[in-house]
């Protein structure tokens, strides 16, 4: 068997598959929460139990960063090392990758059906680089490198780049990030679930309106107030909300812009994480690829670009359960 998993700081989501089978047929799937358990290994027991399981190979998407096999969760209290798990699961063949290259391998091979085009007058997605990022908790980039015969994934930490005001009104909210957060403003204190909420701040602040009742009444109970400002601009019920969202899509256009231009993504640009699919509407609206297309002499060279978003919520997964299954077939 194929053992793959995609580690958040929310969820772990842990797959068996047959390699006969492929990624998107697991045997068994399970989803536990993260914070309930002290580490990897106990969810691990508690999945394979008592089960006479032979572990061919094991890959592992982790929110953090990879060094020398080796990470320490970025929102989990855990410490994974792979040649400890290697051990655990006693099998040779055992990778921890960073949770956006193993969504960036998933990509490749979700089917046309599970993705929506953002570039309507793009050509068709050739042999070549690919750029990859997602928006949720944080900001996730990875890139997938070709070589001529297949792709390789790198990861990054991307999402926390300098972020690049492009006209007055990002020039005033990088200020404004600035007074809240120091000097160094990432791309990730805007996009992000959190980067709402910034965005929002920012925008009430400038316009003078004061927070929308029912922003206020949930950061009164200590509850997400950007999933509320999301559903207020995505019911046209709150003009800051909605402004909040327009400004947030254009400056997401404008970094998936970046990254195509820092690695010619001829191979496409690649949209995932979950904000994405829970604002498609303004996705869509044109502020996004306004962004994206915003690259002065290279305007025309971005039209050709293909640029998708997937709403399949189990493309990490797959990307981990393909990159296992290319170790044991190399």
């Known amino acids: 068997?194929?053992?793959?998993?995609?580690?958040?700081?929310?969820?772990?989501?842990?797959?068996?598959?047959d390699p006969t089978r492929g990624s998107s047929d697991p045997i068994r799937e399970e989803v536990f929460p993260s914070r309930n358990f002290g580490s990897l290994e106990q969810i691990l027991e508690r999945f394979l139990g008592n089960e006479p399981i032979k572990i061919q190979a094991a890959s592992f998407g982790v929110a953090g960063a990879i060094l020398d096999g080796h990470c320490f969760t970025t929102n989990l209290a855990w410490e994974l090392d792979e040649k400890e798990l290697s051990t655990a699961l006693g099998t040779a063949r055992c990778k921890l990758l960073n949770d956006l290259e193993s969504m960036a391998y998933g990509m490749l091979y979700l089917p046309e059906t599970d993705l929506i085009?953002?570039?309507?007058?793009?050509?068709?997605?050739?042999?070549?680089?690919?750029?990859?990022?997602?928006?949720?908790?944080?900001?996730?980039?990875?890139?997938?490198?070709?070589?001529?015969?297949?792709?390789?994934?790198?990861?990054?930490?991307?999402?926390?780049?300098?972020?690049?005001?492009?006209?007055?009104?990002?020039?005033?909210?990088?200020?404004?990030?600035?007074?809240?957060?120091?000097?160094?403003?990432?791309?990730?204190?805007?996009?992000?679930?959190?980067?709402?909420?910034?965005?929002?701040?920012?925008?009430?602040?400038?316009?003078?309106?004061g927070p929308h009742p029912k922003v206020a009444e949930a950061l009164s109970r200590g509850e997400d107030p950007s999933a509320v400002v999301s559903d207020l601009g995505l019911t046209n019920s709150d003009p800051t909300s909605r402004e909040t969202l327009e400004l947030f899509c254009r400056i997401y256009g404008a970094e998936a812009g970046n990254m195509a231009l820092k690695i010619l993504a001829?191979?496409?640009?690649?949209?995932g994480?979950?904000?994405?699919p829970k604002i498609l509407p303004f996705l869509q609206n044109g502020l996004f690829l306004q962004g994206f297309l915003r690259k002065g002499r290279f305007a025309t060279f971005m039209k050709t670009l293909p640029l998708f978003l997937t709403t399949n919520p189990r493309v990490a997964i797959i990307g981990a359960a393909e990159y296992a299954l290319g170790m044991v077939a190399h």
């Open 1 to 17: 068997m194929i053992l793959a998993g995609d580690i958040g700081g929310t969820k772990t989501v842990l797959g068996l598959f």
């Open 117 to 209: 085009s953002l570039n309507p007058d793009a050509g068709p997605r050739k042999k070549g680089n690919v750029a990859v990022l997602a928006a949720g908790t944080g900001l996730g980039e990875a890139f997938l490198f070709w070589d001529g015969h297949r792709h390789h994934t790198i990861a990054t930490e991307g999402g926390h780049t300098d972020f690049a005001p492009q006209d007055v009104i990002e020039n005033q909210l990088l200020r404004f990030l600035i007074d809240r957060f120091g000097n160094h403003v990432s791309y990730e204190r805007i996009l992000s679930g959190p980067g709402i909420y910034n965005v929002y701040s920012f925008l009430v602040e400038r316009n003078g309106t």
């Open 266 to 271: 001829v191979g496409g640009v690649m949209i």
């Open 273 to 276: 994480g979950g904000i994405a």
